[in-house]
């Protein structure tokens, strides 16, 4: 447990072809099925503080326990996605973790406090989103999660979905409809 954000739940990635990278990831590591949704405006993007448009394909699925998600971007704008992928090209390297957190506020004021640096902000339906940057280590990103009983319900249909998945359908169009 990481004593500024809380438990790790997720690993995430950026790709260049989102479809490629999840079928080799289902494929060859099993982890699936994927819940995709494309072309999704996040609502009030923050980027350094300005506001941005970031439209983005964001997939998810669970390996083992693990939640996993691929993002690939839609805008042209810069982002913390589209710098990681020209610097490190579609490589399938871990662009972030993520933490899951109720107590949103208190997280960013801890990790603001120890000298990361908020790169990117968002509030959506499904609560609110940050991501941060250490200066020690500036290109790789913590994700904290505002964990809202509607992301609950839709991270545990997911869930649900990969403890009984035989490997077929491996990637299925929209994210699960939230249940609260």
């Known amino acids: 447990m990481s004593s500024v954000f809380g438990d790790i739940r997720q690993i995430a990635y950026v790709s260049a072809d989102l479809d490629r990278a999840l079928g080799f990831l289902s494929r060859s590591h099993g982890i699936g099925p994927w819940f995709v949704t494309r072309g999704y405006s996040v609502p009030n993007s923050r980027i350094n ?6 439209i983005v394909d964001a997939a998810l699925a ?3 326990g693990m939640q996993f998600e691929v993002i690939y971007q839609r805008s042209t704008a810069p982002t913390l996605y589209s710098e990681f992928l020209a610097r490190f090209g579609d490589t399938l390297v871990p662009h ?8 949103f506020d ?10 990361f640096r908020q790169v990117f902000d968002a509030h959506t339906g499904l609560g609110k989103i940050a991501y941060f940057e250490h200066p020690d280590r500036p290109h790789f990103a913590y994700e904290v999660t505002e964990y809202t009983p509607a992301r609950q319900s839709i991270f545990r249909k ?23």
């Open 49 to 54: 503080g300005t506001e941005q448009e970031v």
């Open 96 to 103: 972030s973790v993520s933490s899951w957190v109720t107590d």
């Open 62 to 64: 669970y390996g083992s």
């Open 106 to 115: 208190a997280v960013i004021h801890r990790a603001l406090g120890r000298g």
């Open 158 to 180: 997911i869930r649900e979905a990969a403890a009984d998945w035989n490997g077929a359908a491996p990637i299925r169009e929209d994210w699960p409809k939230p249940q609260i």
